[in-house]
């Protein structure tokens, strides 16, 4: 999948509340997944996704020394580039749920 163009992010490595965590914690979580990613794919794992959209400031200061660019939430919808969070970045969330047209209204793209 990967080398059609799909993206792997992080998700820790024992899907823990990291709000809740410790800093050895945090990194130690980080760390043992994107290596996990990266060792699979072969290519830099960049971003990371907040387990049960848990986002914390704490732990957000810590993504960056576990080699993190940036990190999703669950969901949020679309992102304005000009004012966007990396730490936080908002996601339209794609499921079976939507049709083409619903998708198409949740966009913005009408």
């Not at 990613?37 to 993504?63: M, Q, R």
Request: proline fraction near 3%.
């Amino acid at each position: 999948m990967s080398r059609y163009g799909c993206e792997f992010l992080s998700h820790t490595a024992n899907h823990v509340r990291l709000g809740a965590a410790s800093s050895d914690q945090i990194i130690s979580e980080l760390t043992v997944s994107k290596n996990a990613i990266e060792s699979h794919i072969g290519k830099p794992c960049v971003l990371f996704a907040w387990p049960y959209d848990n986002y914390s400031d704490s732990a957000a200061y810590l993504t960056p020394k576990a080699g993190y660019r940036g990190g999703v939430v669950y969901e949020g919808g679309i992102e304005d580039v000009r004012a966007i969070d990396l730490r936080k970045i908002r996601r339209v969330i794609i499921n079976g749920y939507n049709d083409a047209a619903g998708y198409t209204k949740l966009l913005n793209l009408q």
